[in-house]
């Protein structure tokens, strides 16, 4: 798999920590293993020091050790904007791999990791977000699934996926047009970063989630969501968590193993019926 982008975060140490995080999470949604990577870097040689790419570099060193994945290379050009990424190789037996086209009707979907985290991205460049709030954003970004797809591959998932650019709303739309079912998430049992709500209402939503919401908007009932609500619900996020359907029997089980392992995760709604890929949101 590979993933690359520009920064997210003012700290180049941190930016490579996430850029490397998101990159292995496709690997882990997939309930494989990564192990080896290649770096992508574009930077501006003539704009920063060399000292920012050097930072870049360390913070995702860190992840992938974190990881257990060698950094085996990589790639670099010169551009005006920075931009760091990987390409990601992960291994598992093709019997075991876990698809994102499996979920059937009444499997509950567990969600890890609040959302929210483009919207403090935006926050921040217009100066609406606190300092807790940040750092609560970047440690959430910086955090890999390693820890929860082990757990999740021990108790039966019938689809995962990891949640990104698309936000919620629209990987779960692949995931359940892909399974050929409906889904219904409970708005208020979705975790968000604290103030995320309030950020969300002062405007900062960026280009990208106001396209999901548009895109959204097509396959979803939304009821009685705010404006806000539904930025939320299609934030753009960066190195989010996982959205694992399974069996409510499963998902009990899966839950009491994440809360042993300190791992955040909230049921957020269910599987309804077969279908073509709906969305009901009850808020």
Excluded: W
């Amino acid at each position: 798999t590979v993933d690359f982008f520009t920064p997210v975060v003012d700290d180049p140490y941190q930016f490579g920590a996430i850029a490397a995080a998101n990159a292995l999470s496709d690997i882990y949604a997939m309930g494989a293993t990564p192990v080896f990577a290649l770096n992508l870097v574009a930077f501006p040689v003539n704009r920063l020091p060399v000292s920012v790419l050097r930072d870049i570099m360390n913070g995702a060193s860190a992840k992938a050790q974190e990881a257990g994945v060698s950094i085996l290379g990589g790639h670099s050009i010169e551009d005006n904007e920075p931009k760091f990424g990987m390409a990601v190789t992960g291994f598992i037996h093709p019997e075991k791999l876990i698809s994102n086209a499996g979920a059937i009707p009444g499997d509950v979907l567990i969600l890890t990791k609040p959302l929210g985290t483009g919207i403090v991205a935006t926050a921040q460049r217009l100066g609406l977000a606190e300092q807790h709030t940040l750092k609560a954003a970047a440690e959430i970004m910086m955090g890999l699934n390693k820890n929860a797809a082990a757990q999740m591959i021990l108790h039966s998932p019938n689809a995962c996926t990891d949640i990104s650019g698309f936000g919620l709303l629209g990987h779960l739309h692949e995931m359940i047009s892909a399974s050929a079912v409906d889904a219904s998430i409970d708005f208020h049992e979705v975790p968000l970063i604290p103030g995320i709500e309030e950020l969300a209402s002062a405007g900062a939503v960026s280009g990208g989630t106001r396209a999901n919401v548009t895109h959204a908007e097509r396959f979803t009932d939304f009821g009685d969501t705010t404006t806000a609500g539904k930025a939320i619900l299609c934030d753009a996020q960066t190195s989010g968590g996982l959205l694992i359907s399974l069996s409510p029997d499963n998902a009990a089980l899966l839950l009491e193993a994440f809360d042993q392992h300190n791992i955040t995760a909230s049921i957020i709604g269910s599987i309804t019926r077969k279908g073509r890929g709906e969305i009901l949101i009850v808020y």
